[in-house]
């Protein structure tokens, strides 16, 4: 079946770095992308989101990647903080209803 | 505007009792979503309804689960005759319409004994 999937799934950052976290997917005919932020005990946080038509957009921070030619989806933090620490997801969907997620990169920042 | 919130935060039961999950979705979202999230795993999708319909539950087991969100109150999601493979974080998410962002609650803890 379709899967999205990402490339490392832990991440080790020194504060004040940049990381880029990187996301594949599979369906070619999703249309729309988000990126969540999870920290442990709690619900997925929205971070930003893409939708198909766009390659790049730029949030507080953050900005999101979209590679349709190769399906490949990146999260870029600028400037991390101790606070971005987290379980990282991407998510897509077609017809902007339900989610299909990846399985997550655990972004620890280093002080 | 209160986020989504889910009731309880953590639930035990033992195998063979039935387990009920609340969401309340934000004010004047009608699209109601669940998923289901193992230790170190992503979120798998299970059910998707609108006020009164349910409009896709292929991720949904077929037998022991349901799903309801009545034109009054919140959506609830059933477990019955709960299995240990059932222990898991079950989440619900809200949107105002197809299309919109979709809020996350807090996710209820279940775990089964």
């Known amino acids: 079946g379709e899967s999205v999937g990402l490339h490392l799934p832990t991440l080790s950052v020194q504060e004040g770095d940049n990381s880029i976290i990187n996301c594949a997917y599979s369906n070619s005919a999703s249309d729309y992308f988000i990126w969540y932020k999870q920290e442990s005990g709690k619900g997925p946080q929205f971070i930003i989101d893409i939708r198909s038509n766009m390659d790049k957009r730029q949030g507080q921070r953050v900005t999101v990647l979209l590679n349709k030619t190769v399906k490949h989806l990146s999260l870029q933090i600028a400037a991390t903080q101790p606070g971005d620490s987290a379980v990282y997801f991407c998510?897509?969907?077609?017809?902007?209803?339900?989610?299909?997620f990846g399985t997550g990169t655990r972004l620890t920042i280093i002080p | 505007n209160a986020g989504v919130m889910q009731n309880p935060r953590h639930l035990v039961r033992r195998r063979g009792q039935e387990a009920r999950l609340r969401c309340s979705p934000m004010?004047?979202?009608?699209?109601v979503y669940w998923y289901r999230q193992l230790p170190e795993e992503g979120l798998k999708f299970m059910v998707y309804?609108?006020?009164?319909?349910?409009?896709?539950e292929s991720g949904m087991p077929k037998e022991r689960f349901s799903a309801e969100f009545p034109k009054e109150g919140p959506s609830i999601l059933r477990i019955q005759q709960v299995v240990r493979g059932d222990s898991a974080a079950y989440f619900c998410?809200?949107?105002?319409?197809?299309?919109?962002?979709?809020?996350f609650g807090q996710g209820t803890r279940l775990t089964v004994v």
């Open positions: 998510a897509e969907s077609f017809g902007n209803e339900k989610l299909t």
């Open positions: 998410a809200s949107s105002p319409s197809t299309g919109a962002e979709a809020f």
């Open positions: 004010k004047g979202h009608s699209h």
């Open positions: 309804l609108q006020k009164e319909n349910i409009i896709d």
